[in-house]
C-alpha cells in the first residue's frame, strides 16, 4: 500500500511539474448536493492556458484530504475551477441517451449557455477541440466554437453555425419576438450571447410579473 501510494505521489509530481499540467483549486458538487473541495490536475494548451476542451472527458481531482481520483461526467453534477480572481464552472450534461459530458457555462439563467469543443476535420466532426474564434467554412483541420442551450424545463439544443436558422427559431417558439429576430437574421449565430440575455431578460419579466 505504502508503495502505491509512493507511486502515484511521483506520478502526479512529474505530471504537474514537468507536463502540461498545473494545480488549481478546485470544487465538485456530488448528485446529492454536497460539495468537496480540493485540487484538480488541469491540462494546459500549448500557450500555457487552460485546455478547456480536455477538461469535458474527465478530470483528476486530490480532496483536502489528499484522496486522489479521476472523474468522469455521469459520477458528479459539476464542478468549479478557482484560477485566482476567475472562476470557472462546469456542468454533466447528458448529450445523448446514457451519455455525458461536462461542458463549460457560459451564462447561467432560465436559459443556459453552454461551450462544447469540437473539430472540423476532412469535413467531419473530431470531438474534443479548443478555439477562441469563429471559422465560417470547412477548410481541413479548422475548429469551431459550438454551444448547447438548455432551458430550465430541460429542453435542448444544439447550436452551431451551419443549422442555426434551421433550428433555433422552433426552439424560441415560446417567445415569438425572439424567434422573428432569428428568423430574420436580425440576429446571426455570433449573436448567441446577445439571443441568450435577451431571452433570460423576457423569461424573469414573464415570471416575476
Known sequence: ????????????????????????????????????????????DENGGINFAKLQWRISFIDTSGNYSRIHPAEIAGFTIIN??????????ETEPG?????????????DLYYFYKEVL??????????????LGYPTSAKLDYFILIKQNGEKIDAHWDTFYKKMPRFFSDYPALAKKIKSREYKFTDIYRIVREYNRWKNKTLNG
Open 1 to 44: 500500500m505504502k508503495s502505491f501510494i509512493i507511486f502515484i505521489f511521483i506520478t502526479l509530481f512529474s505530471a504537474t511539474a514537468f507536463g502540461n499540467y498545473k494545480n488549481i483549486d478546485a470544487r465538485y458538487i456530488t448528485h446529492s448536493s454536497d460539495t468537496v473541495k480540493g485540487t484538480m490536475i488541469v491540462p494546459l
Open 84 to 93: 485566482g480572481p476567475e472562476k470557472i464552472k462546469y456542468n454533466s450534461i
Open 99 to 111: 451519455s455525458f459530458v461536462f461542458a463549460r457555462v457560459v451564462i447561467d439563467g432560465n436559459l
Open 122 to 135: 476532412e469535413g467531419g466532426w473530431v470531438e474534443g477541440s479548443y478555439i477562441k474564434n469563429y471559422f
